[in-house]
């Protein structure tokens, strides 16, 4: 068997142990003789797994006492209706940060559900190449929450800081982030935000889960037309088990916290290993006079790196020899096109070195 080095930005690379031990226990789990899929969700053998891998995000995150874990569906776009659905029972306006493509489709999604939200910022000035600084932001009067993406995974756009979010007449509202595509690369303080959720098929597993954080104090804002599979209480009050949840993929999930606590030994070794990662591509790009990447240098994103062919018509080429030298997903967004290399957790640092190598290559011959 062959494993080529994965480069996709979703669904994406998963540690090679993870999927060995799901292998292992695919038929027979711990001796009793049926697959995590075949489980009942209220077993105790599942139960005991959903518990487990809770506990290791808590620890992972260092998730303070005041927040609820939560084990969703829908992906993060079911979060983009649901946000606004559980913080916008006392009245306001949702505020939010335009920094890219996810960040839009979250306006758009509160537009038309509630017919209204604020662009506190934007970065569509500078092409999305760069985060508008905080003294930039202007809440609306009735701000019930500010909303950002912390990194556009199609546009390669990170934040470099967490904002506060205070409005004109000094109140501050919680903050609510779309982690999707950086959770867990290092280390992050909870408590700066109110609400964080993340899309599971980047850092956290396979598709069909989703994780959101929430500070107990905002667990009674929720609208009273809300369905009832969007809200935080309701969820947090059955753990997470108000139908049968992804089990599978929650399953999987607490294998890759247990691998980030157990082999790379927490987020500060991860954020290490993913600097180092990152550093490689970004130096090569730099360096290079047929490879470019426009975002400014402070918002680069370590998860997601978009770059273009100073000569678009060998984009094809690239491409093609890239997935024969076993260089996997490596086509951008068909919205913007050119390429783009997601470094996830799971993606070694080999898959790098042999990326940066195939590119210098690719340019001593090609460019």
Known sequence: MTRHFNFCAGPAALPTVV????????????????????????????VAIAEKAEAD????????????ILFTQGGATQQFAAVPYNLLGNGGTGNYFETGIWGKKAVKEARHLFGAAHVAASSVDSG????????DIQLSEDAAYLHITTNETIGGLAFDYTPRAVRPDGVEVPLVADM???????????SRYGVIYAGAQKNIGPAGLVV??????????????????????ELAEAGSMINTPATYSWY???LVFEWLRQDIGGLEAMAAINARKAAKLYATIDASELFSNPIVERNRSRMNVPFVLADDRLDADF???????????????????GMRASLYNAVPEEAVDALVTFMNDFEQRRG
Do not use: C
Not at 27 to 44: A, K
Not at 57 to 67: F, Q
């Open 319 to 337: 491409l093609r020899e890239a997935d024969e030298a076993g260089l996997l997903n490596l086509k951008g967004h068909r919205s913007v096109g």
């Open 57 to 68: 995000l808590r620890s992972l995150l260092a998730v303070p006492d005041n927040y609820r």
């Open 180 to 190: 999707s595509s950086n959770i867990l690369s290092g280390p992050l303080d909870v």
């Open 212 to 233: 959101v954080i929430v500070r107990d104090d905002l667990l009674d804002r929720a609208r009273s037309d809300m369905p009832t599979l969007f809200s935080y209480r």
């Open 128 to 135: 999305n190449t760069e985060v508008p600084r905080e003294e």
């Open 252 to 254: 999987l999930a607490g």
């Open 19 to 46: 999927l060995e031990r799901a292998q292992q226990e695919m038929l027979d789990y711990q001796g009793r003789g049926l697959s995590v899929m075949e489980m009942s969700h209220r077993s105790s053998e599942y």
